[in-house]
């Protein structure tokens, strides 16, 4: 099982009410592939780096089977930079700096190794950098997922419209569902988007969990209530990871085989926020995986004999 | 099986995005009692109306196993009144008259054929009445449950921590969660709440779900996404009665059938949102709940292989 990522791998300077770090690992791609990585030993990374962007990260990365052959490094650039603040209830966040460094010039290519590979996952970009990727590819991948955010629908609606006609899976948050759908309830909302392209539809709510559509199905996969969480920054992003690996690792895009790989993904995203940056996804074990799967068989498991 | 219930029956004018209803018939007893008579035939009421409150309405309760010995008519007052207005989103709304009424003379009763039962649910009132309840019954019920506001948590939060300190379940929301027990993280709040008596704590979380909280255990009921949410006025009334009502018929407390009753009360109170008031609940069977019960087994149910 072959898996692309593409999308960004970067520094990140965050603060929270439980601490703040001044430049640390970031970037979509970074915490996808790292989540992956646990399901799979073929990540096949597709992202843009600074002359900064520390060797031993790199090094890191293709010690776990990310393959960096996709990944450009730019001499005389530094890499993208994000700075953020969260707010007390950690749901929502100001971006206080965002440096776009080498994004500006991203033209993502695909490697001839790369070609052939059944699963891609186009994080959060510009569209029409996640539909050159598509184009780019001689076999369509047997899934294609696709993240996005409410800043594209702002100012590049068409484009993103456009890529979602080629994708079958949309990851958005609730409040980007209604913006895209013009929808207020979520299950109009998912019949709207789902008309737009994507069989399937992924709706993020955070800490309240997470629903996945499919034509007249819904499946409710909840988010694990935690006693800290201490950094939310790259959840999203892990919880695609952790969904998309699964689904690479299974090799079955079913609808009964995505709800497992959203509570996969869900397992994955309770780890990345347990500390700053994607610090946690390099060190938990099979076992932690295990662990965390169980927690979640029992937060939800009830026995019903109908009244 | 006997369950006695504690709230107000009271007049409601609602205005949501979806329509408008200038005087209906509401009040936290009402919806606990309709929820629970659809699981047990012996609900005794314990109430306070006005000379205004419909015949008729009193009549459709007795004739669903609803006693009406512990409701106290007063002959020349009005019934509580309530009116608010719904926010486009549903989860908020503004309160826009508040007559009391005869609750400014409520001093609850318990009648003499009440005394001995099993499951007690006080509604939201004023900590002291809910207090009165509980000091008036010679023997302890197997269960009580206690649903209270932010209000009570602001002007009598003494009271509320004595009664506290009575009762078995605890039922908030969230930001109530919060503000009781000084905690933002919801699972250091249900330990620092169970430290002040109830040993189950339920946190209503609106379109979100429920959590249940019991010792080191944890857990997570959806909601059901709905296309249209019309009225939910009485949600938590309901989904309270539907949890009582299964308790009671089932007699079974343990934090397994907990699970299952909170299940329940949500389905019930999934019900409740279809149409404005309580109609709903009168008109809905036991085939009905029981398609509705399998949907929620349909949304949470998902097959996991340890990865």
Not at 118 to 137: A, Y
Not at 227 to 247: C, K, N, R, S, W
Not at 253 to 263: D, G, L, Q, V
Request: glycine letters at 8%; hydrophobic letters at 45%.
């Amino acid at each position: 099982m072959s898996l692309i990522t593409v999308g960004t791998m970067a520094f990140d300077a965050i603060e929270t009410p439980f601490g703040k770090v001044e430049k640390i690992i970031g970037g979509s791609a970074t915490y996808v592939a790292y989540a992956a990585s646990n399901f799979i030993n073929k990540v096949q990374q597709i992202s843009i780096v600074g002359y900064d962007f520390p060797e031993d990260e790199m090094q890191e990365m293709k010690k776990r089977g990310i393959i960096m052959e996709g990944v450009e490094v730019v001499p005389d650039k530094k890499s993208f930079f994000w700075s953020g603040r969260y707010h007390l209830d950690m749901n929502t966040r100001d971006t206080l700096i965002t440096d776009l460094n080498v994004l500006e010039d991203f033209n993502p290519i695909v490697p001839e190794s790369y070609q052939g590979t059944e699963f891609l996952m186009l994080g959060n970009l510009m569209p029409k950098l996640q539909l050159s990727v598509i184009n780019q590819l001689r076999v369509r991948p047997k899934l294609i997922v696709l993240d996005t955010m409410n800043f594209w629908m702002d100012i590049a609606l068409d484009d993103l419209k456009a890529v979602l006609k080629k994708i079958d899976v949309l990851l958005v948050n609730d409040g980007e569902a209604r913006q895209l759908s013009g929808e207020v309830s979520l299950v109009k909302a998912a019949k709207v988007i789902m008309n737009m392209g994507p069989r399937f539809l992924i709706i993020k709510k955070g800490e309240h969990g997470a629903l996945l559509f499919h034509e007249n199905h819904v499946f409710f996969a909840p988010a694990l209530p935690l006693e800290e969480v201490f950094d939310p920054t790259g959840a999203g992003d892990t919880f695609a990871g952790g969904f998309i690996g699964y689904l690479a690792k299974t090799k079955d895009i079913s609808f009964e085989n995505m709800k497992t790989a959203i509570i996969v993904g869900s397992a994955m995203a309770s780890f990345c926020v347990e500390k700053f940056g994607p610090d946690r996804l390099k060190e938990i074990s099979k076992a932690d995986i295990d662990e965390r799967l169980s927690e979640f068989v029992q937060l939800v498991n009830f026995d019903i004999d109908l009244v």
